[in-house]
């Protein structure tokens, strides 16, 4: 059957994610599942026999039962904390997401999950104020005091503490491959913004983080931050991008 489409859909938020999450569940943790579950109708079989006085074996297969429940029970536990983590991060790139769509009535061209060389942007948002380069961090609120994080220019700090990760290196290196995607697809150097968006979180600032080339914002906030930039891109440019990086990604898709 030929599909009607001309063309495959764009990625979804968070749809790198969600393939991470059906690769763990059913590659990881089912086939233990049914490893475990298979024994363990054997060893009850083994016991019906010998309940009907038929020469029964069910020591050995019990014992095999159980063993295959134990990794079973393991993998489980292993998956599921995995599984959970990736769902935190998988929501909150959609919660961002859902914010970015506004922008499409201001005339914004907006990319969710853009594949690149082992690694995916959240989200490109391609806009007459600029190109936003925006990558979603999920952390774990805590259950007394305000949820704040100190950004100093340089990185992101949580109790005073900086995580193992730097998200700006992180961000800084995603905004320079896609400037160099465009530069390659389109024939011309464009800018782009690096941009951290923590749900949930507020977001105080130094004054050396006032200067700093990377956005560190509440996603609330930041359609309010792209919709009020001063304009740096012709409308014809927007759509040049936007058809050259939709281009790149049906490419990498197909």
């Given amino acids: 059957m030929k599909s009607p489409l001309k063309a495959k859909p764009l990625r979804n938020p968070g749809e790198s994610v969600d393939h991470q999450i059906n690769d763990l569940i059913y590659d990881s943790l089912l086939s233990y599942l049914f490893m475990a579950g298979t024994f363990l109708i054997i060893a009850l079989l083994e016991w019906i026999r010998w309940y009907k006085n038929a020469p029964p074996k069910p020591l050995l297969y019990t014992i095999v039962a159980m063993v295959a429940c134990l990794i079973a029970a393991w993998k489980y536990r292993k998956t599921r904390s995995k599984v959970k983590s990736l769902k935190l991060g998988r929501d909150g790139q959609k919660a961002v997401g859902q914010y970015l769509e506004l922008l499409r009535e201001k005339g914004a061209k907006v990319f969710h999950d853009v594949p690149g060389k082992d690694f995916n942007v959240d989200h490109v ?19 007394r005091g305000e949820a704040k994080l100190l950004f100093n220019g340089e990185t992101v700090l949580k109790n005073g503490l900086a995580p193992d990760r730097n998200p700006i290196e992180q961000v800084s290196a995603a905004k320079s491959w896609l400037i160099q995607l465009l530069k390659e697809s389109t024939g011309k150097r464009f800018s782009a913004r690096a941009v951290l968006v923590y749900p949930g979180w507020y977001i105080e600032r130094t004054a050396e983080a006032k ?39 049906r490419n990498i898709e197909s």
């Avoid at 104020?129 to 999920?138: A, Q």
């Avoid at 930039?229 to 936007?242: G, K, M, R, T």
Wanted: include cysteine; glycine fraction near 6%; proline fraction near 7%.
């Fill in 125 to 143: 948002v391609i806009h007459e104020t600029g190109i936003y380069v925006v990558e979603t961090k999920m952390l774990s609120k805590p259950d």
């Fill in 211 to 249: 200067n700093s080339d990377v956005w560190v914002l509440n996603p609330k906030a930041l359609p309010g931050f792209i919709s009020h930039s001063d304009n740096q891109i012709s409308p014809e440019d927007v759509n040049l991008c936007a058809f050259h990086l939709g281009r790149y990604i």
